[in-house]
């Protein structure tokens, strides 16, 4: 499973950035993909999930009613929509996925840096 991240970037307070990441080496029809990040000096944290399948999502209360996670199935993409960008979200976020017969996330992708400047 190979996952590739892009879209961070520097944005102002209140702003919006919107995440891709491509996804590749397999089906991914009983799989759950989504989003993790870590900001300097905290542990990683979970932001946003997606079943490939059916489509249903999970989100961190710190990030709902801003951000929406999406997925293309013809593009085995999946995006992660922010909105109302806050400093605290400032993070190196990356894209991940786990089987659905699994809590672990066994494969992520490599970072892509999101910095929101007050």
């Known amino acids: 499973v190979q996952l590739q991240a892009s879209g961070g970037g520097l944005v102002q307070a209140g702003g919006s950035l919107r995440l891709s990441c491509a996804a590749s080496g397999r089906t991914f029809s009983n799989y759950v993909l989504g989003w993790f990040r870590q900001a300097p000096g905290k542990e990683r944290e979970f932001v946003a999930t997606?079943?490939?399948?059916?489509?249903?999502?999970d989100y961190a209360d710190s990030v709902k009613g801003r951000f929406t996670i999406s997925r293309d199935n013809a593009k085995n993409t999946v995006y992660l929509q922010m909105n109302s960008l806050k400093p605290e979200d400032t993070a190196v976020y990356f894209c991940v996925a786990r089987g659905t017969w699994t809590q672990t996330y066994g494969h992520w992708g490599q970072g892509t840096q999101v910095t929101v400047s007050s």
């Open positions: 997606i079943r490939w399948t059916g489509g249903s999502t």
